[in-house]
C-alpha cells in the first residue's frame, strides 16, 4: 500500500511527465515521460485517475508504445475503484481520434463493458460508443454487431449479448437519420449486420430487426419491388421454409406462424407468399387437426388475411385444401357439436380469395358450372352430388349462423341491461368485454352470411375485393394499452378461439396482423431462450446461454 508521502511524489511526478509532454514541441521524443504514466496505472488510487487521463491524451506519439498503453488502460477499466474505471471508460474514444485503426478494438471492450451495474459507469460507456458511432459508423456498428451475431464459442458471454441488443434497440436505432451517413451505404451495411445476426435469434429480438429494417429509407414505400422481396426472404428464411416439418415441433410452429403474420404488409406491397402458402399447404394442412386449437386459428387468420395477395397459380394448388378443410367445419346437417365459427368465417373468405383467381377450379371441388373455355373447366364431367353436398353445408352453416346471431342479439339486450345495474367498475368491466365479444360474434356472422348466400349459384361470382372486413380486424382495442415490443414489454394478448363458439371470443386487435401467437412471441427481450438444437427458442422459453 502506497503511504501518504509515497503518494504525493508519485502525483508530482506525473504532472511533470505531462507538463513536459505537454510543452515539448517534439513530444514523440519524451519517451520516458510517457513510459512513466503507463507505469503510473499500477500505482495509488490517484495516480490511477491521472494516469486515466494522460495514457489517451499522449497515446498518438507514441506508437511504439501502443500496445502497453491500450493494455494499461483496459486494466484501469476493471479497477475495483469506481471512479478509475468511469474515468478510464471517458477516455476510450480519445484513443481513436488520431488513430482510428483502434476504432474496432475500442468499440469491442466498450461492448463487453455494457454490462457494467453502476449508472454513472454504464452512461460513460453509452457516451463512450456514441462518440466512436459518430466518429467511424461502419467500423463501430461492425464491432458492436459481433456480440449480437451466433456463434458457437462456449466462452461466448450471453450477457454481454443482451446488453448490446439493448444498447443498439435504445440508443442506435432511434440515432439512425444522424447516424447512418452516407445514407444508402449505411443503411445497406446495417442491413448486411443484422442478416448475419439472424441465424440464431428469439421471436422478439427477430421483429425488433425486421421492424428497424422497415424503417429504413431503402426499404420505405417507394423501395423497388425486389427490395420489398428481400425482406419477404428475410422472414422465410426465419421461418426454416426449407426445412423438414415435424408437427411435434412447437418451436417451428410458432415460428412459422408467426412469420406469416410478419409478412403480411409485404405481400400488400407486392412481393410473393408463393413459398409460404406452398410450404402451408404441403406440410401444415395436412396436419392440420393435430396442431394445438390458437395455432390452427392463427394459421386460418393469417391464410385468410394473404388470401388476396396469392397468384392464380398457386391459388389452384392450395384451393382443394381450403374446401377440405371446409367441408370438415361446414357440418351438413346439424350436429350435436357446437359450429366454430371463426374457422368458417377465415375458410370462407380464403375460399372466395382464392376462387376468385382461379374460378372454374371449383367446378371439380363444389359441382359449380363455370365456364372459362379452357380444358380445366372439365364442363363435361359429373360433379352435381359435390354440389348437392356443398350447398346443403352452406344451408346448415347459414342456419346455425342466423340461429346464433338471434342469441347474441338477445344477449347484447341483456348486456345493456346488466350495464345499467352494475354498480362497480370491476361489474361494468366484465360486462364491456361480454358486449364487445357479443359484438365480434354478430359480425362474424354476418360476414358468414354474407360469403355462403352468392354460392348457391351454379355459377357463382367470387368476392375478390376487401368488402368483406374481417371481424377481428376492427374488434375494440383493449383496455389498457400495449407497450412497444422495441421496449421489450410484454403486450396484451387477445383471447383464441379454443372452444369453437367464436362468438363469445374476444377477436384481435384493430389493426388485424398481430395475432395471439405473435404477441406472445414477442415479450420482452430478457425472455430469450434456445431455438431448439439451433439456438434461442422463438417464443423464449426455456432459458439457453445463461441468459440473466
Known amino acids: 500500500m502506497v503511504d501518504g508521502s509515497e503518494e ?7 504532472y511533470e511527465y505531462g507538463e513536459r509532454l505537454n510543452e515539448a514541441k ?73 488513430t482510428p485503426e483502434y476504432v474496432s478494438k475500442i468499440v469491442d471492450i466498450l461492448g463487453q463493458l455494457l454490462t457494467a451495474e453502476e449508472n454513472v459507469e454504464r452512461d460513460a460507456v453509452h457516451k463512450a460508443l456514441l462518440s466512436l458511432l459518430r466518429q467511424d459508423v461502419k467500423a463501430s456498428l461492425t464491432a458492436l454487431f459481433k456480440h449480437i451475431e451466433s456463434t458457437d464459442e462456449p466462452s461466448t458471454d450471453e450477457s454481454i449479448r443482451e446488453k448490446v441488443l439493448n444498447f443498439v434497440r435504445d440508443k442506435v436505432f432511434p440515432l439512425k437519420a444522424e447516424l447512418l451517413k452516407p445514407q444508402e451505404q449505411m443503411e445497406r451495411h446495417i442491413t448486411e449486420l443484422v442478416k448475419k445476426s439472424l441465424q440464431d435469434v428469439t421471436g422478439a429480438e427477430f421483429k425488433m ?42 418451436d417451428h410452429i410458432d415460428r412459422l406462424i408467426s412469420c406469416l403474420c410478419m409478412a403480411l404488409p409485404f405481400f400488400m406491397r407486392g412481393a410473393s407468399n408463393s413459398k409460404f402458402l406452398n410450404y402451408v399447404n404441403k406440410h401444415i394442412i395436412p396436419v392440420f387437426d393435430q396442431l394445438p386449437e390458437e395455432r390452427k386459428l392463427d394459421l386460418l387468420k393469417n391464410l385468410a388475411e394473404s388470401s388476396p ?3 392464380p397459380q398457386d391459388s389452384r394448388q392450395l384451393l382443394p385444401s381450403i374446401v377440405q378443410l371446409l367441408k370438415k367445419y361446414m357440418p351438413r346437417r346439424k350436429a350435436g357439436e357446437e359450429l366454430n365459427f371463426t374457422y368458417v368465417e377465415c375458410l370462407l373468405y380464403t375460399f372466395h380469395h382464392l376462387a376468385y383467381k382461379t374460378p372454374n377450379a371449383t367446378n371439380s371441388l363444389c359441382g359449380y358450372k363455370i365456364v372459362t373455355g379452357q380444358p380445366s373447366d372439365r364442363l ?18 347459414e342456419e346455425l349462423a342466423r340461429a346464433t346471431m338471434k342469441k347474441l342479439t338477445q344477449g347484447m339486450a341483456e348486456h345493456g341491461k346488466a350495464m345499467a345495474a352494475a354498480k362497480t367498475d370491476e361489474a361494468k368491466a366484465s360486462i364491456k368485454t361480454k358486449k364487445q365479444n357479443t359484438t365480434t360474434g354478430l359480425r362474424t356472422c354476418n360476414n358468414i352470411l354474407a360469403m355462403t348466400q352468392p354460392l348457391h349459384s351454379k355459377a357463382p361470382s367470387f368476392t375478390g375485393d376487401k368488402k368483406i372486413n374481417l371481424s377481428w380486424k376492427e374488434a375494440v382495442k383493449p383496455s389498457t394499452p400495449s407497450t412497444a415490443v422495441a421496449a421489450g414489454a410484454k403486450r396484451t394478448a387477445t383471447a383464441s378461439n379454443g372452444s369453437g363458439n367464436t362468438a363469445m371470443k374476444k377477436g384481435r386487435g384493430d389493426g388485424g396482423v398481430q395475432n395471439q401467437l405473435v404477441n406472445r412471441a414477442l415479450e420482452g427481450l430478457s425472455r430469450g431462450g434456445r431455438r431448439g438444437e439451433r439456438g434461442r427458442r422463438w417464443g423464449g422459453r426455456g432459458r439457453g446461454r445463461g441468459y440473466r
Open 8 to 14: 504525493t511524489s508519485e502525483i508530482e511526478k506525473l
Open 209 to 250: 430487426f425486421m421492424d428497424f429494417l422497415k424503417s429504413l429509407s431503402i426499404f420505405g414505400d417507394n423501395a423497388p419491388p425486389e427490395r420489398v422481396q428481400e425482406l419477404i426472404e428475410i422472414i422465410e428464411g426465419q421461418a426454416d421454409l426449407d426445412a423438414q416439418f415435424n408437427v411435434s415441433d412447437v
Open 309 to 311: 395477395y396469392t397468384s
Open 26 to 98: 517534439d513530444k514523440s521524443q519524451n519517451v520516458k515521460d510517457y513510459e512513466g504514466i503507463i507505469r503510473a496505472a499500477k500505482g495509488s488510487i490517484k495516480a490511477k485517475q491521472l494516469a486515466a487521463q494522460l495514457i489517451p491524451r499522449f497515446f498518438k506519439f507514441f506508437p511504439s508504445l501502443s500496445s502497453q498503453a491500450v493494455e494499461a488502460h483496459f486494466d484501469l477499466c476493471e479497477e475495483e475503484e469506481l471512479g478509475i474505471r468511469v474515468q478510464a471508460i471517458r477516455g476510450l474514444p480519445l484513443f481513436c481520434k488520431d
Open 380 to 397: 363435361g364431367e359429373d360433379f352435381s352430388e359435390y354440389y348437392k353436398d356443398f350447398t346443403e353445408r352452406l344451408s346448415s352453416v
